[in-house]
T-cell receptor
Framework: AQSVTQLDSHVSVSEGTPVLLRCNYS??????LFWYVQHPNKGLQLLLK??????LVKGINGFEAEFKKSETSFHLTKPSAHMSDAAEYFCVVSAQMLSGGGADGLTFGKGTHLIIQP | NAGVTQNPKFQVLKTGQSMTLQCAQD?????MYWYRQDPGMGLRLIYY???????DKGEVPNGYNVSRLNKREFSLRLESAAPSQTSVYFC???????????????FGDGTRLSIL
């Protein structure tokens, strides 16, 4: 079994200040982890992914995330927020289902709405 | 690069009507998915298809049917629409080689469905 918890449903920051979006996961397998961004009236777009290589992962638009196995966390950060970062962000865990069949191995967090104050 | 294309973009139905949501991908992916997105609930999997000719139920399959017409197309059908099915529906696809779990999903822009 696996789960994903996005610890904040809403985060509000001022433009130019750091962004921290928190994600904790649990998985019985060695997971891959993803962050997606969803702008209004759009589908989800991949920001970055962790797949057991480097624990610090850099993504698009200046975002990065660090995989911490001991803390079962995969928090998303950005040094300086921009107005265009205002969106919904989803953390996703993906594990190879060793039992095979019946499940796609993907679990989504419920999302964090990022608000950027001018 | 079209990626994942969904049609229609918007639809309003009356209770009891039926309709089919269309999805096509041009990336030669084996796996395709249908999700619904409701406020505060994230994305919930309705059905997915690991390959052409196979489909499996997800978390919320009741009231829906799917067809994997070929490798490109995966449609979602509401046989008798209910107000509880008012939602935004997303289709996604994913490469499954070399390891499915390492591959990101690619999403369409969604179908916004209202049922009165």
């Amino acid at each position: 079994a696996q789960s994903v918890t996005q610890l904040d449903s809403h985060v509000s920051v001022s433009e130019g200040t750091p962004v921290l979006l928190r994600c904790n996961y649990s998985s019985s397998y060695s997971p891959s982890l993803f962050w997606y961004v969803q702008h209004p009236n759009k589908g989800l777009q991949l920001l970055l992914k962790y797949t057991s290589a480097a624990t610090l992962v850099k993504g698009i638009n200046g975002f990065e995330a660090e995989f911490k196995k001991s803390e079962t966390s995969f928090h998303l950060t950005k040094p300086s927020a921009h107005m265009s970062d205002a969106a919904e962000y989803f953390c996703v865990v993906s594990a190879q289902m060793l039992s095979g069949g019946g499940a796609d191995g993907l679990t989504f967090g419920k999302g964090t709405h990022l608000i950027i104050q001018p | 690069n079209a990626g994942v294309t969904q049609n229609p973009k918007f639809q309003v139905l009356k209770t009891g009507q039926s309709m089919t949501l269309q999805c096509a991908q041009d990336m030669n992916h084996n796996s395709m998915y249908w999700y619904r997105q409701d406020p505060g609930m994230g994305l919930r999997l309705i059905y997915y298809s690991a390959s052409e000719g196979t489909t499996d139920k997800g978390e919320v399959p009741n009231g829906y049917n799917v067809s994997r017409l070929n490798k490109r197309e995966f449609s979602l059908r509401l046989e008798s629409a209910a107000p509880s099915q008012t939602s935004v529906y997303f289709c996604a696809s994913r490469e499954d080689r070399p390891f499915p779990s390492n591959q990101p999903q690619h999403f369409g822009d969604g179908t916004r469905l209202s049922i009165l």
